[in-house]
């Protein structure tokens, strides 16, 4: 990930500390969370970083902003044809 491409040297500037990652996703529904394990690559001189250990956390739009979550349900509703917006012949 290129997020990760200058976490050493973003590391030096706290030292004595560990720095972890988490991603947040807002989705429309889900709600859960899971720990993606690091993952490296040997090349011919060195491992290189591919992916650190990091947090992945989804959390549901209507936790996060309400009118956020209104607005994908509408959306979503006019997609499938339900609801005031809906074009229906």
Do not use: C
Not at 7 to 28: D, M, Q, R, V, Y
Not at 59 to 88: N, T, Y
């Amino acid at each position: 990930m290129l997020f990760y491409n200058e976490w050493n040297k973003l590391a030096l500037k706290f030292p004595g500390i560990t720095l972890k990652s988490t991603f947040i996703w807002i989705t429309e529904l889900t709600k859960s969370s899971k720990t993606i394990m690091e993952e490296v690559r040997q090349t011919r001189m060195t491992l290189q970083m591919k992916k650190r250990t990091h947090q992945q956390v989804y959390l549901a739009a209507e936790d996060v902003h309400k009118p956020l979550a209104e607005a994908l349900k509408r959306i979503r509703d006019s997609q499938k044809g339900v609801g005031p917006h809906s074009r229906q012949s």
